[in-house]
């Protein structure tokens, strides 16, 4: 049961963004460091290469200059005292028909004669008894006179040289693919980590626990503006939600109010009266609250339209100013009946966007309360007193 | 004096279709009553109908479609749309559609029948409209803007021209708040306050003070009708 959750773990692990940002970056790299690590390596073993060339070069010209001053005596006298020196140098002198004047190599595979030129020689030492192939560097040059002269290097040195600048390279390489590999886990493991508990904590606000907030690590990064944007989104839901239960409560409470009512006066005309006059009137006061009720319903619906939003983007071009003035016209004679006096102050027209029916129903709602809720002055040579509605 | 309207209710609500059948029936009117779209339509076409009443919601056929096919065989009937869905988006809607009135639910009864028997006169009078409306020795001169009693102008704000212009237009019948709010003040809301009750008083003692005979009458738990006599 724990191996299995621990592969899916690790499945997932592999699947997240992060690691796989990390691999690809990885690829990129390696891609990169190979490409330098073989320029580099081509580049030493030319230099390698070239160093042993010209060493050849020089020792030749040395060796030639004694030869056109010594003559050919001096060339294998002195050939042979530098083939008595223990070291790695190849030296041959042979005479126009290929003898061997001196040197120390005792036969040679081809015809006998030697070619003109620098080039790999493939030769063999025998050491403990054993012939064990070699490569060498030589260059041949044929003297005045039909002498060769044959001076090489031995190769298993600049050989031993490359292959520790590849073993070492190739061994960078793996070292950082490790690297990268490592790196990239760690990276989303601490991702997929952050993001659990964040996945934990919003299905525990799904199942409805709306007090619930993802744990904000004050480290500035991503993730935690990610964290510190979804709660306020929750903030913001709870307090909707806040309100919409408000809301309901006081629609509850709205519509219970008159249905009591009604129902009180209903059961009040049944219990007491006696005439058909009497039934007639208390029928007229359950229809009267009846209309309160649908006036009631309807602007539910209106408050519904309005909260959607849905009657703002079919918006018609209106004139803000021409509306006031209408609404202010439907409500004047009402504000003079209590004793108030309804002014517009608009000078020019002012053309929005929007919804002229729930604007003239918003400035309808704010003079009726501001009338409503409004004492007529109360020095009593000016009874009447402004009502000012700004919007 | 009273005439005899005849109706046709297209509404899939069977409660509320018979409570409409009931009431219309117990005023003298005659009133059939279709369930759905289809037969609503075939009912339609083939009756002589003053006034269709639709539900908007009905099923085989929706309300605004029956209308438009209506329209378009010109079957002129005026129509007045019920509708659960009292927006402003869809009365639009559905006076485009090609209905005359559009009356969203809840709604109270003696709305509409105001509004039923408003539609019922536009389908009988002749569409030109005469220039002087006369109710007893009122008279208001459409062109001229002229209102006079007994021979006396009255001066009135545009407003209450409007106002008594619509009252007089159906004299005789009965005119709902709402009617007056939505016709001459162009207002599709509720003003939760008695504002047209002040309008209409204020109407009223420039055209009926000093005169014996009171000519703007309230219907209580309806709306206002202009008439000479005291029914």
Redesign the interface.
């Known amino acids: 049961m724990r191996d299995i959750r621990s592969v899916k773990r690790i499945g997932r692990l592999f699947r997240t963004t992060a690691f796989k940002l990390a691999i690809g970056i990885l690829l990129i790299f390696t891609v990169f460091a190979v490409t330098i690590l073989l320029y580099v390596g081509f580049c030493a073993q030319k230099l390698l290469d070239e160093q042993v060339s010209i060493t050849l070069g020089e020792e030749i010209k040395g060796l030639l200059a004694q030869y056109n001053s010594g003559g050919v005596v001096r060339l294998v006298r002195l050939i042979e005292r530098h083939s008595q020196q223990p070291g790695s140098s190849l030296y041959l002198v042979t005479s126009a028909a290929g003898e061997t004047l001196a040197g120390n190599i005792m036969s040679l595979e081809s015809d006998g004669l030697l070619k003109a030129g620098t080039y790999e020689l493939l030769y063999r030492i025998i050491e403990d008894g054993e012939p064990r192939p070699h490569r060498a560097l030589v260059e041949t040059v044929i003297l005045p006179g039909g002498f060769r002269l044959m001076v090489g290097r031995d190769l298993a040195e600049t050989d031993r040289f490359r292959s520790v600048i590849w073993r070492t390279g190739g061994w960078s390489i793996l070292f950082v693919l490790a690297l990268a590999v490592a790196g990239g886990v760690f990276v989303a493991r601490r991702v997929m980590i952050c993001i659990d508990q964040m996945t934990e904590t919003t299905r525990l606000i799904m199942a409805g626990d709306f007090s619930g907030r993802l744990t904000v690590a004050g480290t500035g990064d991503e993730l935690y503006r990610l964290a510190q944007s979804l709660n306020m989104i929750l903030d913001r839901i709870q307090e909707l939600m806040k309100g919409l239960k408000e809301f309901s409560d006081n629609i509850a409470n709205d519509l219970k109010t008159p249905l009591i009512r009604l129902r009180n006066s209903a059961e009040e005309a049944l219990r007491s009266s006696n005439s058909v006059d009497e039934l007639r009137l208390a029928l ?1 006061h359950v ?2 609250e ?2 309160g009720l ?2 009631l ?3 539910l ?2 408050i519904a ?1 309005a909260e959607a939003g849905g ?1 703002l983007d ?1 918006g018609e071009t209106l004139d803000i100013v021409a509306t006031a003035h ?1 609404v202010a ?3 004047e ?2 504000a003079e ?1 209590a004793g108030l006096i309804l002014r517009v102050h608009a000078e020019r027209r002012c053309e929005i966007k929007g ?1 002229r ?1 729930l604007l ?2 918003a400035l ?2 704010l003079i ?1 309360n501001a ?2 809720y409004s004492v007529a002055g109360d020095s009593f040579s000016e009874n009447k007193k402004e009502i000012v509605v700004g919007v | 004096m009273l005439r005899i309207i005849k109706l046709l209710l297209i509404e899939d609500d069977a409660s509320a279709a018979a409570y409409l059948v009931k009431a219309f029936r117990e005023l003298g009117h005659s009133i059939d009553h279709a369930p759905d779209g289809i037969n609503g339509y075939t009912m339609a076409t083939d009756g002589c109908y003053d006034v269709l009443i639709v539900d908007r919601m009905i099923p085989r056929m929706d309300g605004l479609a029956l209308i438009r096919v209506l329209r378009e065989q010109s079957i002129e009937t005026p129509v007045l749309i019920l509708s659960a869905l009292g927006q402003v988006d869809d009365r639009a809607k559905g006076l485009r559609a090609g209905a005359d009135d559009y009356l969203p639910k809840p709604y109270a009864f003696s709305e509409l029948l105001a509004r039923v028997e408003i539609l019922s006169r536009r389908a009988r009078v002749t569409p030109t409209e005469e220039i002087i409306f006369r109710v007893a020795d009122l008279e208001l001169d459409r062109l001229s803007h002229r209102v006079t009693r007994a021979g006396v102008e009255i001066e009135l704000q545009p407003r209450e021209f409007r106002l008594l212009k619509y009252l007089m237009r159906h004299s005789g019948q009965v005119v709902t708040r709402t009617m007056l709010l939505e016709q001459v003040w162009d207002c599709h809301f509720d003003p939760q306050t008695n504002v047209i009750d002040v309008h209409v008083s204020r109407l009223r003692s420039k055209i009926d003070k000093g005169h014996d005979l009171q000519l703007i009458h309230t219907i209580r738990g309806a709306g206002y009708t202009i008439r000479e006599t005291n029914r």
Do not use: G, H, V, W
Request: net charge negative; aromatic share 6%.
């Open positions: 007229d229809i009267d009846a209309d649908i006036k319903f309807n602007t619906l209106m339209r009657a079919k209408d016209e439907l409500y004679p009402l009946e919804s029916e003239s129903q309808a709602n009726d009338i409503k």
